[in-house]
C-alpha cells in the first residue's frame, strides 16, 4: 500500500508498506528489523524475527528519548513478554504492540502531532 504523505520538516514519515518491507520518504527497506524516528532510520536493529526479540532490542529504543515506543510483530499481532519490555516501562514510556503495518500508521499520526515516538518493526514472521 502507497501513503500519500509527503515529508513534512524533515522528518521520516511511512510513505507504503507491504508484506515484507516499508518505505520511509519513498526508500524502500526491506532487512528483517529497523527503528525509525522522526528524525532516524536504524536499520540495523539486528532482530531476526519475533521469537529473537530480547530485552536489549526494547532497551535500544530509550536511546531516542522517546515518549512513546511502537512495536510493529510482522504481518501478525503478538505481544513479547512483559521481561522483555522491562526498561520502557521501567522508564515510564508506554509500548504499544501492533501488527507492522499498524504500527506504520500510527507513528504517522504520532509524529504528525510532534510526539517523540520510536517504532521499532519486524518485517520478517520468524
Not at 526479540?53 to 522517546?66: D, K, T, V
Not at 504499544?96 to 521499532?120: P, Q, S
Request: include cysteine; proline fraction near 5%; charged fraction near 15%.
Amino acid at each position: 500500500m502507497k501513503f500519500h504523505l509527503n515529508r513534512a520538516d524533515g522528518l521520516n514519515l511511512f510513505t507504503g508498506y507491504g508484506d515484507d518491507y516499508v518505505i520511509v520518504n519513498q526508500v524502500r527497506h526491506t532487512q528483517p528489523s529497523l527503528l525509525v524516528t522522526p528524525e532516524l532510520i536504524i536499520p540495523d536493529w539486528q532482530v531476526a524475527g519475533f521469537a529473537a526479540l530480547q530485552a536489549q532490542h526494547f532497551a535500544a529504543m530509550l536511546l531516542h528519548n522517546p515518549e512513546i515506543a511502537l512495536l510493529g510483530t510482522g504481518n501478525r499481532l503478538r505481544f513479547p513478554h512483559p521481561r522483555l519490555s522491562a526498561a520502557l516501562t521501567d522508564a515510564g514510556i508506554g509500548l504499544e504492540v501492533m501488527d507492522t503495518k499498524a504500527a506504520c500508521r500510527t507513528y504517522n499520526i504520532l509524529v504528525a502531532e510532534g510526539r517523540r515516538v520510536v517504532v521499532g518493526l519486524l518485517l520478517v514472521d520468524a
